[in-house]
């Protein structure tokens, strides 16, 4: 009977599955999607990046932007503009209408890990310990953040906003313009002013590195998750703590925050939802047998990528597990959903394609809104590298061996 179940199973799978495309001779590292939906990009080991066509049914690869000298860390799309980050210690712009490199960001002297843009600027984190703001449209470095003592990781952006009639105490009163938020594996975060680049408040409290950084939709409460197997809440403003959530058993690897629930994924096999007004968690998204290294929710459904190779659907409310994708062969690092589409991209080098028209679930009130789409710019649009492993000592040549060893 168990040998006449798995045929069924796998039958559904094969149903599911739209599409499977190889074309990138290595494990798929990140994903972007452009602003209207039409066009995926996917960063790789080969050192390349591919454009493909999201809406369009086969789905097909449009162009292949080559030139980057090691494999590719991160991407992002800025209107018709993709700019690449890499192991090569360089970022670089495309123009996605032709395919061509626009002009090469030189500057970091270690491997470069994330990026957000703000339209007019760009925002760069590397092992190097520095943070670089970077003039989009001329590639100018035009400020360097300096003051981690180890790597840093994710980055964020606020804007000043004030509402109106908002009042700053004295020692706030420098947010009322443009901040920049770091994590580092020297297991803190600071908040950086945009205008003159010092550092305004530095975050202690961690004991592992801060892998993932979140704040809520207006930009005043910081989540910082670490390889310390904590996520805490802080001030903004003020740089106090609010509370810790401490009931994950290993590294966190990603944060999303939705209106007032905030979404955790960890190396400790599962995925968890919080209510970020006090810390309680809600709900457990298990059934796991490895790192979960990526997240997307949509439509009151939580997809989770893991290192197990199996993507997986949960819905968002009881926590239920819906659905199971199995196909790729090796752990599944990023996740895109496109018009009841679910693109998914593997260790294994290729970029699966599944139908995902027929499953619902049951909203929650907080996710009738994207609690992503606030006033702040975050790194995590595009999927990263996501390592589970979280010692803050790592260097860049260790985590390429772990990497090719598929240990992270």
Known sequence: ???????????????????????????????TIS???????T????????????????????????????????????????????ADRTMRKWDMTNGQCVFIYSGHTSLVNRLVCTGDFLFSTS?????????????????????????????LFIPSDPEEG??????????????????????????????????????????????CLATDPLGKILFTGSGDNTIRAWDIYRGTELHVFDQHQAAIINLLC?????FSISADHTARC????????????????????????????????????IVRCFDARSGAIKRTFKSHALAVNCLQI???????????????????????????PDLKSNGNASKVTHDGRGSTENRSDADSGIDDREYRDRRAQNMV
């Open 1 to 31: 009977m168990g040998t006449a179940a798995s045929k069924r199973r796998a039958g559904r799978d094969r149903d599911y599955l739209l599409q499977t495309l190889d074309e990138h001779e290595s494990g798929i590292n990140c994903m």
């Open 35 to 41: 602003a209207d939906g039409s066009v995926l990009a």
């Open 43 to 86: 960063g790789a080991d080969d050192h390349n990046i591919r454009l493909w066509s999201a809406k369009t049914s086969p789905v097909e690869c449009l162009s292949i932007l080559a030139g980057h000298a090691d494999y590719i860390t991160y991407i992002l799309i800025e209107e018709n503009f993709l700019v690449s980050a890499s």
């Open 127 to 155: 092992y190097d310990r520095t943070a670089r703001c970077w003039d989009f449209d001329t590639g100018a470095c035009v400020r360097v953040f300096r003051g981690h003592k180890h790597g840093i990781l994710p980055i």
């Open 166 to 211: 908002e009042e700053f105490e004295e020692d706030t009163e420098i947010y009322k313009k443009d901040i920049i938020i770091t994590g580092s594996q020297d297991n803190t975060a600071k908040t950086w002013s945009f205008e003159t680049g010092e550092c305004l408040k530095t975050f202690r409290g961690h004991t592992g590195a801060i892998l």
């Open 258 to 262: 939705f209106n007032k629930l905030l």
């Open 274 to 309: 919080w209510v970020t007004d006090v810390g309680d968690c809600t709900r457990i998204y298990k059934g796991h047998k490895h790192t979960v290294s990526c997240i997307q929710i949509d439509n009151g459904l939580v997809f989770t990528g893991c290192g197990d190779a």
């Open 338 to 364: 496109v018009d009841e589409r679910l693109f998914s991209g593997s260790v294994d080098g290729t970029l699966k394609v599944w139908d995902i028209s027929d499953l619902k679930g049951d909203v929650f």
